[in-house]
Structure formats: structure tokens, C-alpha cells
């Protein structure tokens, strides 16, 4: 893949010298009480709430540290605010980052951590978007899946008795608990990432090699338009839209969820994030982790998606670094941190050290951890894309869903983004 974004970036933030005064770098890191602080910006806001807590855990344990920390995401752009803070000079000690074309736009500022304890008890595979030429620059959030989130007791009382894995049978599903007065489907399309990073990974994900399909874009001898992945991923957006709620466009995430959650609609397009949501508004809910079927392949789509979506990263050019990495060190070492990994968080740990059981981490996470054990999970493609094209793809899309494109036309615009910002 083409690095892009990469010079833009650095001159950017060599604007941080003439813009701030004083930043993070030049004696944030210490508070009136002569305590070592330690600034901490991540994407996460569901479990903002839980790492407030954790705040106060850690602080008292370490009376000679505070954590200050900052939660950016949902409907909120983190990467752009990301850049922001850089360029103001409020530079983060300990930030989030996605891996894979996300770690190389910021290598230049990630400290090695390759040396680390915990590096370890890594899972296999799991620091893989997160490590280059030996080297491992982050640790590893946890694993995240997402496929259709669905409603156990819906479904039986309707009498879907298996899983859909096929279209035809995802549409007979639909059918049932239209018939039984039930909306299928809870799309929240208003929020880009829905569509541009999960929903627009499917195609990808289905090619027979996904990483070669990816070079083969890049070097002009595969095309969107045509490929018999997208027109079938086209066939499950449209029967998700015609079987899901009205004003799909303007529903943004908290709307999707909290329609599911109070079983206004049977299934809904998410991950395991979503689960400390739902638990908020209807505790100990019946609920599980499906397929997105494209094709009547069983086989092919008897799968979810499965990947380590975050990593925590330590500013290089922190002050507190050593201070940020025994944090983290922290974090998965400690009872009190892995406790707040799995009860509270409710990630899938990334760490052999970390055990976990159903209850923990709810039966979202547990039928992720089903499926992975079983071989059964697709890749998640999105993050490999040349950086922006996910806010691309997602206002296509969108205009795809609001009539303005036809599926042609939505083909070849997304072919058209992708060549353009590979020419950046």
C-alpha cells in the first residue's frame, strides 16, 4: 500500500513550535502538587465512564501520579482531533492508534516498546497492525468483533430456529418478524463508520486474498466496478435498508443501539463496544453474534469479523514516558487492571496472562471468541486502506442510500476515490 498523508502530517506538526507556548512537552507533565501527570487521548468513548473509575483506582495506588484523561469518539472525529492536538503543541503522552496505515502515518512519534514485560503474553498474532520490521510500537486494547448483533428471544418467538448464514435464508429471517410486526434491522447510518469502515469492509474481506486484491488496486489490474464481491455485498445493504428502520441516514449510533436495546428491532450491525450500552438500558438482555451473509455460500459466510481494532501508544517525546509505559505495564499486569479489562471494558483480552470467562465479558464477546476459536472470522480490511478513504467511501455510500447514485454509479465513484487518493 502507498503511504499517504505522511509529509502533510509531519509539516503540520512542525507547526506545534511557532503555535504553542507551552504544551504538554514544555512542564505540563506536573501539577501544582508536584505530581507526575499523565495526559491520555483515546477513541473509545464507551468506555469512557469505566476508565474514569480506573483513574481513581490507579491514582491511589500510585499517589505520585495522576491520570488525565480524554475521551474522543462516536459521532466525534478522533484522528482529526488527534492532529489538532499535535499541531497545538497539547501533544498526548499515551494515545490510541489503529494499527496498520494508522501506525505509519505516526510511526515517527511511537516509542518502541518492543522491550516491554507484557510483550510476552501477547496472543499470536494479535500485535501484527501494530508492528513493523521487528519492532512492536503499542499494546494491544483487546480483540473486537462485529457482525449482526441479534435478539434471542425475538427470534424464537418468531420461529427463526437456526442462523442465518446465507441471503436467501437472512431474507425468509426478515420476512418472519416483519410478519410479526418486528423491525429486522436497526441501521444507524448517519455515524461514517458504520458504513465506511464496517459496512464496506465486507466486499474486501470476501476476496479470495484480500491483502493481493488490495495491491492489485493499487497497481490498476483489479477494478470495484464488476467484482462479484461488491455486487453481492450491494444485495445485503439494500435488504438491510429495506428491512430496517425508517430514516436509516439520520440515526446515529446511540438512536441504533438504544432501538435494539429496548427491542424495537431484532438485529442491528455492531461489535462488542456496544455491549456496555446495551447493558445500560436492559441488563442481562438475550442477545448474540451473527453473520453478514452476501451469498447462499454457507461456508463462505459462516464468519465474523474479528481483529485487534486499538492499540495504546506512547508518545515518544513524552517527558512521563517512563511513567506512560509503567501505566500500561500496569494495566495488564495487575489484578485491578485486568480486572477493568474484562468486567469492565468488557474487551476480549490480547493477553495470555488476562483469563476471562462468558459472564465477563458478556455474550457478545463470547460468541466472538466462539467464532475465533473455530477458525470462523474474516479480516478487517478497512484499516489498510490508503488514509481518509473510509469518509470517502461513507459519503458514497450515503449518497447511494439517499437515491443520488445508482449501484453503477456508486461502483465507480468508490474505484475513482480510491486511484485518487492513491495519486496524493
Request: proline letters at 5%; aromatic letters at 10%.
Amino acid at each position: 500500500m502507498k503511504k499517504v498523508w505522511l509529509v502533510p502530517l509531519t509539516l503540520l506538526l512542525s507547526l506545534s513550535v511557532l503555535i504553542a507556548g507551552c504544551g504538554n512537552q514544555q512542564g505540563g507533565n506536573v501539577n501544582a502538587d508536584g505530581k507526575k501527570v499523565i495526559h491520555i487521548y483515546q477513541g473509545k468513548v464507551e468506555i469512557a465512564d469505566a476508565l474514569n473509575k480506573l483513574k481513581a483506582e490507579y491514582e491511589k495506588q500510585h499517589p505520585d501520579v495522576e491520570l488525565e484523561i480524554q475521551s474522543v469518539g462516536g459521532g466525534a472525529d478522533y484522528a482529526a482531533s488527534l492532529k489538532a492536538k499535535f499541531a497545538a503543541g497539547d501533544e498526548p503522552d499515551i494515545f490510541t492508534n489503529g494499527g496498520d496505515e494508522e501506525m505509519n502515518l505516526w510511526l515517527e512519534y511511537l516509542e518502541d516498546m518492543s522491550d516491554q514485560p507484557w510483550v510476552k503474553n501477547i496472543v499470536d498474532g494479535a500485535a501484527e497492525q501494530i508492528s513493523k520490521d521487528g519492532h512492536i510500537y503499542g499494546q494491544p486494547n483487546g480483540l473486537e468483533g462485529y457482525g449482526f448483533i441479534y435478539n434471542k428471544d425475538i427470534f424464537k418467538k418468531v420461529g427463526i430456529t437456526e442462523l442465518p448464514t446465507t441471503i436467501d435464508e437472512l431474507r425468509a429471517a426478515c420476512e418472519k418478524l416483519k410478519a410479526a410486526g418486528y423491525t429486522p434491522f436497526s441501521n444507524g447510518f448517519q455515524e461514517w463508520w458504520v458504513l465506511g469502515n464496517h459496512n464496506v469492509t465486507i466486499p474486501f474481506s470476501h476476496q479470495d486474498d484480500p491483502n493481493a486484491f488490495l495491491k492489485q488496486l493499487d497497481n490498476g489490474t483489479a477494478q470495484i466496478p464488476g467484482n462479484e464481491k461488491f455486487d453481492e455485498w450491494l444485495n445485503l445493504l439494500d435488504l438491510m435498508v429495506k428491512y430496517g428502520n425508517s430514516n436509516p441516514l439520520t440515526t446515529d449510533y446511540n438512536t441504533q443501539v438504544t432501538l435494539f436495546a429496548n427491542g424495537k428491532a431484532a438485529m442491528m450491525q455492531q461489535g462488542n463496544w456496544t455491549q456496555v450500552q446495551i447493558d445500560g438500558i436492559k441488563p442481562n438482555m438475550n442477545i448474540g453474534l451473527m453473520p453478514m451473509p452476501i451469498n447462499n455460500n454457507k461456508e463462505e459466510n459462516d464468519r465474523v469479523f474479528v481483529r485487534v481494532p486499538n492499540n495504546w501508544v506512547v508518545n515518544k517525546n513524552s517527558p512521563v514516558k517512563a511513567e506512560a509505559k509503567e501505566f500500561l505495564n500496569w494495566l495488564v499486569s495487575s489484578d485491578t487492571g485486568k480486572h477493568y479489562i474484562t468486567d469492565e471494558f468488557k474487551f476480549i483480552p490480547a493477553f495470555k496472562n488476562i483469563q476471562t470467562s462468558d459472564k465477563q465479558l458478556g455474550p457478545i464477546g463470547a460468541d466472538i471468541v466462539k467464532y475465533n476459536n473455530a477458525g470462523k472470522i474474516l479480516p478487517w480490511i478497512f484499516p489498510k486502506f490508503p488514509m481518509g478513504l473510509s469518509k470517502d467511501y461513507a459519503s458514497t455510500m450515503q449518497a447511494y442510500l439517499a437515491g443520488e447514485l445508482d449501484r453503477q454509479g456508486m461502483l465507480q465513484q468508490m474505484q475513482e476515490q480510491w486511484v485518487n487518493l492513491q495519486l496524493r
